[in-house]
C-alpha cells in the first residue's frame, strides 16, 4: 500500500482550506465570524487527516506492543538484577565509609591520649645554634698547568 497514494486526496481537501486561513486578516465582524468558521473546518479536517493516520499506525502500535509485551519479563529480570547489584555495591561502599570513619576516630583518639601525655612531659625544645657565615673570596682564579708529585698512598693521612 502507497502512503502516498493515500494522503493525495487529503492534501488536496486541505489545500483550499489552508489557503483561506493562512490569507485571512480580521479587521471587522464579518471577518472574525469567517474566522471563527475557518478554524472550526481546519479543527475538522485535523481530526479527519489524525483519524485517517490512526487507521495506518494502529496495526503497528499493536505489534509493537507485542513486541513489548514478549520482551517485557526479560528486561524486569535484567532491572531487578541491576537494582540489587546496586543495592549491594551501595551497602558496601557505606560499610567501607563507616570502617574508614572508625578507623579515624580511633586515631585521633590515639593522637589526642598522645597530646595529653606529651602536654605532661614536654619535649626538649630545640635551641637555634649561631652559626658564623664564612664569607666567600671574590675573584676568579685559573691555573693552566697542574703540577702534582706522586707520593705513597699508605703514607697519607686517613681523613
Known sequence: ?????EVKPLQIQIS???????????????SNEAAFAIRKELKAALDKVTARESEFTRPANELLKKVRDVFRP????????LLHIQSQTSTYHI???????ELQAKEDRKAERNFNRNKNNPLPVPVPV??????????????????????????VPAV
Open 16 to 30: 483550499d482550506l489552508v489557503q483561506a486561513a493562512t490569507t485571512l486578516t480580521v479587521d471587522d465582524d464579518v
Open 1 to 5: 500500500m502507497d502512503l502516498q497514494l
Open 95 to 101: 560499610e567501607q565509609k563507616r570502617i574508614e570513619a
Open 130 to 155: 649561631h652559626v658564623e657565615i664564612i664569607q666567600k673570596v671574590d675573584g676568579v682564579a685559573m691555573i693552566d698547568r697542574w703540577v702534582a708529585e706522586i707520593v705513597d698512598i699508605i703514607s
Open 74 to 81: 526479560i528486561k524486569d529480570e535484567l532491572n531487578s538484577a
